[in-house]
T-cell receptor, first 111, second 115 residues
Framework: AKTTQPISMDSYEGQEVNITCSHNNIATNDYITWYQQFPSQGPRFIIQGYKTKVTNEVASLFIPADRKSSTLSLPRVSLSDTAVYYCLVGEGTGTASKLTFGTGTRLQVTL | ETGVTQSPTHLIKTRGQQVTLRCSSQSGHNTVSWYQQALGQGPQFIFQYYREEENGRGNFPPRFSGLQFPNYSSELNVNALELDDSALYLC??????????????FGPGTRLTVL
């Protein structure tokens, strides 16, 4: 599954931010996971889903019926949310795990 | 609970040399994945180990090899280093589940520079 994302996005503090990932070749049993990465650190898990909508304490993930894209929604961003966000598409079961990160979206939050 | 640790933090090698990077997985995790992240790029999947066996591999040549030990720690070995191997190497561990892809916990990475 090849995954593409917008290169960058800008937002003001307190706004809702939606970042979309396109994964046209997603396989039937692939899950979609989103990670956040700060400079010089490893990625950190945000949220994961397979279909429809998933929500946790920090974000929501929207996945349409065809699963060829997904949207990460950050409800009210703060300055500390400035980071690079990656979607990751990977097999849910089986032994041939091939994990593909998206191209990454650099989010800049300002006052 | 100890998180994922990697060593060394930084490493400088010359072309043609060999390098070994190490990773200690988070307690209770039996799956380790390795990624290469070039500057300004997303992580690229190298391979994954589950219970000491390779469980999947990305598009990397055979000179990238690995091991997983009984305590689930892991090594990444790269032979015949090339300039393009300069990158941040990330290790991630996860608890292997039977029916779902599991959250990966990443280490801070090893920055490899090849001169």
């Amino acid at each position: 599954a090849k995954t593409t994302q917008p290169i960058s996005m800008d937002s003001y503090e307190g706004q809702e931010v939606n970042i979309t990932c396109s994964h046209n070749n997603i396989a039937t049993n692939d899950y979609i996971t989103w990670y956040q990465q700060f400079p010089s650190q490893g990625p950190r898990f945000i949220i994961q889903g397979y279909k429809t909508k998933v929500t946790n304490e920090v974000a929501s993930l929207f996945i349409p019926a065809d699963r060829k894209s997904s949207t990460l929604s950050l409800p009210r961003v703060s300055l500390s949310d400035t980071a690079v966000y990656y979607c990751l598409v990977g097999e849910g079961t089986g032994t041939a795990s091939k994990l593909t990160f998206g191209t990454g979206t650099r989010l800049q939050v300002t006052l | 609970e100890t998180g994922v640790t990697q060593s060394p933090t930084h490493l400088i090698k010359t072309r043609g040399q060999q390098v070994t990077l190490r990773c200690s997985s988070q307690s209770g995790h039996n799956t380790v994945s390795w990624y290469q992240q070039a500057l300004g790029q997303g992580p690229q999947f190298i391979f994954q180990y589950y219970r000491e066996e390779e469980n999947g591999r990305g598009n990397f040549p055979p000179r990238f090899s690995g091991l997983q030990f009984p305590n689930y720690s892991s090594e990444l070995n790269v032979n015949a280093l090339e300039l393009d191997d300069s990158a941040l190497y990330l290790c991630a561990s996860s608890p292997r589940g039977e029916d779902s892809y599991n959250e990966q916990f990443f280490g801070p990475g090893t920055r490899l520079t090849v001169l």
